[in-house]
Structure formats: C-alpha cells, structure tokens
C-alpha cells in the first residue's frame, strides 16, 4: 500500500497516510479543530527493497539468453 503525504492549506500541517491507491484523495484536516483542505502533495516514491539470501542478475535471464550462454560455454571448452 502506498504511502501519501498531505498539507493543510490552512494550518500548513504535514501528513502521511497509508492508502489504497483506489482509495479517494483526502479532502479535510485531520485535526477536528482545524476542518481546512488537503492538497496531496508530490511525492519521489520509494526505492525497490530487496529481502532475501540474495538476488543475482542472472536470476531472471530470459530462456533465448541461457540457450546462447550454454552454446558459448560449450565452444569455450573445447578450445
């Protein structure tokens, strides 16, 4: 689920929401005694994380590209 930011045009509070990104645009404040609108604001996103033991380049090699690479392989050692 992505994460948003927000900012209050009225009392100029920064915020983030955790939201479907089906979910509506937030419109008012949080803060109940606040009640001003939100504008969403433009975010950088967040880098792709990799858990694991490990993830290799060639972990996801097309079937065109092991075919060449054993062709190659096979060549090398008979020279």
């Given at each position: 689920m992505p994460n948003y930011d927000y900012r209050c045009q009225?009392?100029?509070t920064v915020f983030e929401v955790f939201q479907k990104m089906s979910d509506q645009k937030l419109?008012?404040?949080p803060d109940q005694s606040c009640a001003g609108q939100v504008k969403r604001l433009l975010g950088t996103g967040s880098g792709v994380i990799f858990k694991g033991?490990?993830?290799y380049q060639t972990d996801y090699r097309s079937?065109?590209?092991k075919k060449g690479a054993s062709k190659d392989s096979g060549n090398s050692?008979?020279?």
């Open positions: 009225k009392c100029d419109e008012t404040c033991t490990g993830f079937d065109s590209y050692k008979k020279d």
